[in-house]
């Protein structure tokens, strides 16, 4: 990956006590990068919604519009806006502030609403606001699910070709702006495929038969990253899938999946600069 100046990234997220995503996971990946994240956290978790019961929870709308009130008083400037996890309609609105008060930022929403063919527990709410969001994205890096939920097209079964998962890159691309698109099943493999300015490409690494919550998270953290070092989306989105599969090969296969992979160890990795 290239060498560039370091970027300043808002990371407009949840905040979860226990479980490897979100903040908790965008925060170390891009500081290790060699970015600047200034973490603005839309709820308080005490984990993630994802296999660990009922989280405690406390809501931040009033805190995210002061926080963007006192970082523009503060004359700072943003590179990046990056969000994910938005639980209501307050927070899709506190990133349409943001994307208001930094014009110029690279503008990333990953959809957080889904996953193999369902929506996340309380998130029907937010198909229609989060489509609103994406159509004023630069970039939007949905999974399968999200991305089916978005162009209202029924969930596929089987495998993907790579012409097919192209093909609805361009589709998103067209209809939002710019899309990588993440989790397509392509026989042994997993495969992401993007569609962005110029680049269209599809990246495939052999399918790992272990699933945790947050790695999408890790994946759009580092492509964020890679990019916000100069490097062209494709080899972004090739540096991001290949770290996701190292976190999940690093993770011992009897911990409880619900607690994410074992990412951290792995950092060092990500301060190389090639």
């Known amino acids: 990956m290239k060498q560039s100046a370091p970027k300043t990234i808002l990371c407009i997220h949840d905040l979860s006590g226990i479980g490897r995503c979100s903040l908790s996971m965008a925060i170390p990946v891009l500081a290790a990068m060699g970015h600047q994240p200034v973490a603005l956290p839309?709820?308080?978790?005490?984990?993630?919604?994802?296999?660990?019961?009922?989280?405690?929870?406390?809501?931040?709308?009033?805190?995210?519009?002061?926080?963007?009130?006192?970082?523009?008083?503060?004359?700072?400037?943003?590179?990046?806006?990056?969000?994910?996890?938005?639980?209501?309609?307050?927070?899709?609105?506190?990133?349409?502030?943001?994307?208001?008060?930094?014009?110029?930022?690279?503008?990333?929403?990953?959809?957080?609403?889904?996953?193999?063919?369902?929506?996340?527990?309380?998130?029907?709410?937010?198909?229609?606001?989060?489509?609103?969001?994406?159509?004023?994205?630069?970039?939007?890096?949905?999974?399968?699910?999200?991305?089916?939920?978005?162009?209202n097209r029924p969930y596929p079964e089987g495998n993907f070709t790579p012409e097919e998962a192209q093909a609805l890159a361009d589709e998103l691309a067209n209809a939002f702006g710019g899309a990588v698109l993440t989790g397509l099943p392509m026989e042994k493999h997993l495969a992401c495929a993007g569609s962005y300015q110029r680049s269209r490409f599809v990246v495939k690494r052999l399918r790992i038969d272990r699933s945790y919550p947050g790695t999408g998270d890790l994946f759009a953290s580092v492509l964020i990253g890679a990019m916000l070092r100069g490097n062209a989306v494709s080899a972004a989105a090739d540096a991001a899938a290949g770290f996701v599969c190292e976190a999940i090969q690093n993770t011992d296969s009897s911990a409880q999946p619900a607690l994410g992979v074992w990412f951290e160890p792995l950092l060092g990795r990500l301060c190389e600069r090639n």
């Open 42 to 151: 839309t709820v308080v978790l005490s984990s993630h919604t994802g296999g660990l019961g009922e989280p405690a929870r406390q809501t931040l709308s009033s805190y995210g519009i002061s926080a963007l009130e006192h970082y523009k008083e503060l004359g700072m400037e943003f590179d990046c806006i990056y969000s994910g996890y938005l639980a209501s309609s307050e927070d899709q609105a506190l990133v349409e502030r943001a994307f208001t008060l930094w014009p110029d930022a690279l503008k990333v929403v990953d959809p957080v609403l889904a996953d193999h063919g369902k929506f996340y527990k309380g998130m029907e709410s937010q198909l229609e606001g989060m489509h609103n969001l994406c159509s004023k994205a630069d970039l939007i890096l949905p999974n399968l699910t999200e991305a089916c939920l978005l162009l």
